[in-house]
């Protein structure tokens, strides 16, 4: 686990655990790293409504 001088997108820990997470995931073909950093750059620092909406365009963009 890295401390947090390490700051991959979000201020807030929780979320940007969950980004590095899913940049982590990026590499299963679901999603390039630029799609999530797309992503994390339409979402509201600490809204987790803006955080689910946001990856949710991602999932539906994906599936059209």
């Not at 390490?6 to 073909?29: C, E, R």
């Not at 797309?38 to 990856?55: F, L, Q």
Request: hydrophobic share 35%; charged share 25%.
């Amino acid at each position: 686990m890295h401390g947090r001088d390490v700051i991959y997108h979000f201020k807030n820990p929780a979320m940007d655990f969950f980004f590095q997470w899913v940049l982590g995931m990026s590499t299963n073909g679901r999603s390039t790293v630029g799609e999530c950093f797309s992503a994390a750059s339409k979402i509201t620092e600490g809204d987790t409504e803006s955080w689910a909406r946001n990856w949710d365009k991602i999932g539906c963009a994906k599936k059209s």
